[in-house]
């Protein structure tokens, strides 16, 4: 949590800091397992004067989610290859609040794979009571850091994803 000074009402102001899913997990009280994490919301999360979060602590939450994917899934598979990705575009649909308290399941599929990029959803659902609250797609763009470029990852990495493509959600050919 950082202090970000005064907000206007007077009273001083904190900002989500678990931007890393290390930051998270020190944080405690979190719960990974395969195909994502849960979290209870913490007052910490909330701006002042709010008592649900803002998207930008969901996005934050859905990047922890990313980066667990990302080491449970991905790495294993990476062969030791120098591999990173970056995020193409994010989107978002939010369609019930998630209050202060809420035990949330932060979930991720892959729902698309290319060469050289995958699409991921993310849902976000409360568990008492069970309840949708957000839905967000990102496509992630292999990226050899070594090289500062664009990259195919290695082909196990490929040939994982491929095979964890949600059945639930065909592939769209048009993306991405």
């Keep these: 949590m950082v202090n970000t000074g005064d907000d206007s009402t007077g009273k001083t102001t904190t900002m989500m800091q678990p931007t890393t899913l290390e930051r998270l997990l020190a944080e405690g009280g979190v719960r990974c397992f395969a195909g994502g994490l849960e979290v209870e919301v913490r007052r910490a999360w909330i701006v002042a004067g709010e008592d649900r979060l803002a998207y930008t602590a969901i996005v934050r939450l859905v990047e922890c989610c990313r980066e667990w994917h990302w080491q449970s899934d991905i790495l294993p598979h990476a062969g030791g290859a120098p591999l990173d990705s970056i995020t193409k575009s994010l989107s978002g649909e939010f369609v019930h609040p998630i209050a202060l308290g809420s035990l949330l399941r ?49 082909p196990a990495v490929v040939a994982y994803l491929r095979s964890h493509i949600s059945p639930a959600q065909p592939a769209d050919n048009d993306n991405p």
Excluded at 127 to 145: G, I, K, R, W
């Design 106 to 154: 932060i979930t991720h599929q892959v729902i698309d794979a290319r060469p050289r990029s995958y699409r991921l959803r993310f849902e976000l659902t409360t568990l008492q009571p069970e309840q949708l609250c957000a839905t967000l797609e990102m496509v992630s763009v292999f990226y050899d850091p070594a090289r500062e470029a664009v990259a195919e990852p290695p």
